[in-house]
């Protein structure tokens, strides 16, 4: 299967969604269709309102020229599963376009939307989250996938105008790639992983073909009138190697921290990117770094905007426990799979699919952390 073939991993596992005819942006309350009524599961440690956070109960900012990185990105995914990154080679400029572009998308009215609207059996298009499928709820967001050009869709959005779009989005991407690659191997460097051990990930450093794959994902989160009934994007791990998320100005990204801590906003910082563990790095590291479970909260005032960059290994390439992490102590967690494989798990399981992919309890107190069984889903 060629890499650019991730979207044949969705075509086996159609998702049957209505689509949202409400529109968000102009509704007074929230209705019954999208009022949650257990949002507090965990409390929040920090609020949305709280500017001075205290910086040992946040995720770490890394800034990615430090001669320590992959110390800190380490120690950062063993302890937290999501860090921020600062001097990461992106230019401000490209994120605002970004931002705008993605503004301009979401305020076109309902109908124009609907044109790019995602297929059933499609991974790319407009529409509501693909996890929604799991709640008897609607979230208060919508969202727009890209997997390579967007211009089939951009051209039913703005038949005349529709080369802004491309452009903006296909740099973006093609940045993207190079810091998720850079990010991946301070990762796997973070493990004692090298060039060497895996093929795949040599080839993708290369830029072969055969290396990795990847989507974008904008999500758009009006303004809600009641946003303490209201879910952006319910709790998730992301099924990624790794995922690199721009969040505008306004705060809504919530981290789960173990313990007493519950759920914890990650705040915006201007310029800086967020970057967290993927269930397939997860696996990879044999349980060693958590795919953080995060969920998106809404604003009663501020419209906010996020692009997740989702970042996978190529779809049919085996991935499994690294054996210099194996050892009588500490058993393979996992079995292999491929990505194409897990992404079916996931559609099926959603937040079980970590552990439907388990080979044996943790043995000896290693702990895994992400045993997320008591997270509800519908
Ligand atoms: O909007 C956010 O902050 C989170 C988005 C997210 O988790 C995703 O797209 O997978
Ligand atoms: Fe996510």
Same mark, same amino acid.
């Given at each position: 299967?060629?890499?650019?073939?991730?979207?044949?991993?969705?075509?086996?596992?159609?998702?049957?969604?209505?689509?949202?005819?409400?529109?968000?942006?102009?509704?007074?309350?929230?209705?019954?269709?999208?009022?949650?009524?257990?949002?507090?599961?965990?409390?929040?440690?920090?609020?949305?309102?709280?500017?001075?956070?205290?910086?040992?109960?946040?995720?770490?900012?890394?800034?990615?020229?430090?001669?320590?990185?992959?110390?800190?990105?380490?120690?950062?995914?063993?302890?937290?599963?999501?860090?921020?990154?600062?001097?990461?080679?992106?230019?401000?400029?490209?994120?605002?376009?970004?931002?705008?572009?993605?503004?301009?998308?979401?305020?076109?009215?309902?109908?124009?939307?609907?044109? *790019? &609207?995602?297929?059933?059996? !499609?991974? #790319? @298009?407009?529409?509501? +989250?693909?996890?929604?499928?799991?709640?008897?709820?609607?979230?208060?967001?919508?969202?727009?996938?890209?997997?390579?050009?967007?211009?089939?869709?951009?051209?039913?959005?703005?038949?005349?105008?529709?080369?802004?779009?491309?452009?903006?989005?296909?740099?973006?991407?093609?940045?993207?790639?190079?810091?998720?690659?850079?990010?991946?191997?301070?990762?796997?460097?973070?493990?004692?992983?090298?060039?060497?051990?895996?093929?795949? *990930? &040599?080839?993708?450093?290369? !830029?072969? #073909? @055969?290396?990795?794959? +990847?989507?974008?994902?904008?999500?758009?989160?009006?303004?809600?009138?009641?946003?303490?009934?209201?879910?952006?994007?319910?709790?998730?791990?992301?099924?990624?190697?790794?995922?690199?998320?721009?969040?505008?100005?306004?705060?809504?990204?919530?981290?789960?921290?173990?313990?007493?801590?519950?759920?914890?906003?990650?705040?915006?910082?201007?310029?800086?990117?967020?970057?967290?563990?993927?269930?397939?790095?997860?696996?990879?590291?044999?349980?060693?770094?958590?795919?953080?479970?995060?969920?998106?909260?809404?604003?009663?005032?501020?419209?906010?905007?996020?692009?997740?960059?989702?970042?996978?290994?190529?779809?049919?390439?085996?991935?499994?426990?690294?054996?210099?992490?194996?050892?009588?102590?500490?058993?393979?967690?996992?079995?292999?799979?491929?990505?194409?494989?897990?992404?079916?798990?996931?559609?099926?399981?959603?937040?079980?699919?970590?552990?439907?992919?388990?080979?044996?309890?943790?043995?000896?107190?290693?702990?895994?952390?992400?045993?997320?069984?008591?997270?509800?889903?519908?």
């Amino acid at each position: 299967m060629p890499p650019s073939r991730l979207s044949d991993a969705f075509r086996a596992h159609p998702v049957h969604l209505q689509h949202n005819h409400l529109d968000l942006e102009s509704v007074r309350e929230v209705p019954d269709s999208h009022a949650w009524p257990e949002l507090d599961d965990y409390p929040s440690a920090v609020t949305v309102e709280d500017s001075n956070f205290d910086v040992e109960s946040v995720p770490p900012v890394i800034d990615l020229t430090d001669p320590n990185a992959v110390k800190l990105v380490g120690h950062a995914c063993k302890t937290w599963g999501v860090f921020q990154v600062t001097n990461h080679g992106l230019p401000m400029r490209l994120l605002d376009d970004v931002e705008s572009q993605g503004r301009r998308l979401f305020s076109l009215p309902p109908h124009q939307k609907l044109k *790019a &609207a995602r297929p059933p059996d !499609g991974i #790319s @298009g407009y529409g509501l +989250a693909r996890i929604s499928s799991f709640f008897p709820k609607l979230m208060w967001s919508e969202g727009f996938t890209i997997v390579g050009s967007p211009v089939e869709h951009a051209r039913q959005l703005w038949p005349l105008d529709y080369s802004n779009f491309c452009d903006v989005m296909e740099e973006y991407e093609k940045e993207m790639k190079q810091l998720a690659g850079r990010l991946m191997w301070l990762m796997l460097g973070s493990l004692g992983i090298s060039k060497d051990d895996i093929k795949w *990930a &040599a080839a993708a450093s290369k !830029g072969e #073909s @055969g290396g990795v794959c +990847a989507a974008l994902q904008l999500n758009s989160y009006p303004a809600c009138p009641d946003p303490s009934r209201a879910m952006g994007l319910a709790a998730h791990t992301d099924s990624t190697l790794l995922t690199v998320l721009y969040q505008n100005s306004t705060s809504g990204l919530q981290v789960l921290r173990d313990g007493a801590a519950g759920w914890v906003t990650v705040p915006p910082l201007r310029g800086a990117l967020v970057v967290n563990v993927g269930d397939l790095l997860h696996i990879l590291s044999n349980g060693k770094y958590p795919s953080v479970l995060h969920r998106a909260i809404v604003n009663r005032t501020h419209h906010r905007l996020s692009v997740a960059y989702l970042y996978g290994p190529p779809t049919n390439a085996q991935i499994s426990p690294i054996s210099s992490l194996v050892d009588p102590n500490h058993p393979p967690l996992y079995r292999p799979v491929t990505w194409a494989e897990y992404l079916g798990t996931k559609a099926k399981h959603f937040n079980k699919a970590l552990s439907s992919v388990r080979l044996c309890n943790p043995v000896n107190g290693f702990v895994d952390v992400n045993d997320h069984n008591s997270v509800k889903v519908s």
